[in-house]
C-alpha cells in the first residue's frame, strides 16, 4: 500500500474507501464484534452495557470539541452549517438516551459526570484532542468518519430484528436511520474531497489517525467485557 492516495496507484475508488482498506482487520473485527451480536439480541449483560454506556459518554464532550475544530477549520460555510447541526443533534438526542439509560441501569449520579476511565477511553479522548488541535480540516475529519461510519456500519444489518429494551433499540436506531445515513455519506465526501489534497506528509498524518482510531475502537469494545464497578 503507498503511503498517499491516487486513483491510478490503489484500487479503492474514494479516499475513505482507501483509508479502511489499510484498516480492514481492526474495522471488521470491530463490527462483527460479539457486543453487537449480543446488542441486537438483546442478551447484553447490564454491567457490560453500562461499563461501555459509562465509558462511551466520556466522549461527548471531546467530541464535540472536535465538531468545533472541524467548523473552524472547514473550507465552505456550507460545512460549517452542516457541523453545527450535527453537533446540536450530539447534544440533545444522544445525550437525552443516555441520562434515560442510566436511570434505567441504577447508575449513581457520580459514575455520570466522573468515572474512572480506562486506557481506552483516554487513548481516544487524546486522539480526538490531537485531531482537533491540528486544526487542519481533513485531519480533524479523520477521526470524525471512523467515529460515525463505523457506527453506521454495525448498526446496519439489513432484516435483523430490535431487542425489545429501549437501552438496546435506541442506541442501534440512533445510529441506522436515514438522517445519520444520509451525514455518514455527507461526512465521507467531505473527507473524500480534501483529503486527497493533502500534502505526502499530512496524508500520511491523516491515515495514521484514521488507522489509530479505528484500532481503539476495536479496543473499546474489547475492554467492555471487563467492567468497573460502578455500585
Not at 11 to 34: G, K, M, P, V, Y
Not at 76 to 99: C, G, H, K, P, Q
Not at 102 to 107: I, K, Q
Request: aromatic letters at 14%.
Amino acid at each position: 500500500m503507498t503511503n498517499t492516495f491516487s486513483t491510478r496507484q490503489n484500487t479503492a475508488s474514494t479516499f475513505t474507501e482507501w483509508l479502511r482498506e489499510q484498516n480492514q482487520a481492526n474495522w471488521d473485527a470491530a463490527i462483527q464484534h460479539r457486543f453487537i451480536d449480543e446488542l441486537f439480541a438483546g442478551t447484553v449483560a447490564d454491567n457490560v452495557l453500562q461499563h461501555y454506556l459509562v465509558q462511551d459518554y466520556q466522549f461527548i464532550d471531546r467530541f464535540v470539541a472536535l465538531l468545533g475544530a472541524a467548523i473552524a477549520s472547514a473550507d465552505l460555510f456550507t460545512s460549517r452549517v452542516r457541523f453545527s447541526r450535527f453537533a446540536a443533534m450530539i447534544t440533545s438526542d444522544e445525550n437525552t438516551y443516555f441520562l434515560r439509560a442510566f436511570d434505567e441501569l441504577g447508575l449513581p449520579e457520580k459514575y455520570r459526570t466522573t468515572p474512572p476511565l480506562t486506557a481506552p477511553t483516554r487513548a481516544f479522548q487524546d486522539l480526538m484532542t490531537e485531531s482537533a488541535e491540528s486544526r487542519i480540516y481533513p485531519l480533524c475529519l479523520s477521526v470524525l468518519v471512523v467515529a460515525e461510519w463505523l457506527y453506521l456500519s454495525w448498526a446496519d444489518r439489513p432484516g435483523a430484528a430490535l431487542p425489545e429494551r429501549f437501552i438496546h433499540a435506541e442506541w442501534i436506531t440512533l445510529h441506522n436511520n436515514p438522517a445519520f445515513a444520509e451525514f455518514i455519506g455527507w461526512l465521507r465526501a467531505e473527507l473524500d474531497r480534501t483529503g486527497p489534497l493533502l500534502n505526502e506528509e499530512d496524508q500520511a498524518r491523516c491515515a495514521a489517525m484514521f488507522g489509530r482510531a479505528v484500532a481503539l475502537e476495536r479496543a473499546f469494545f474489547d475492554h467492555v467485557y471487563t467492567p468497573l464497578d460502578y455500585s
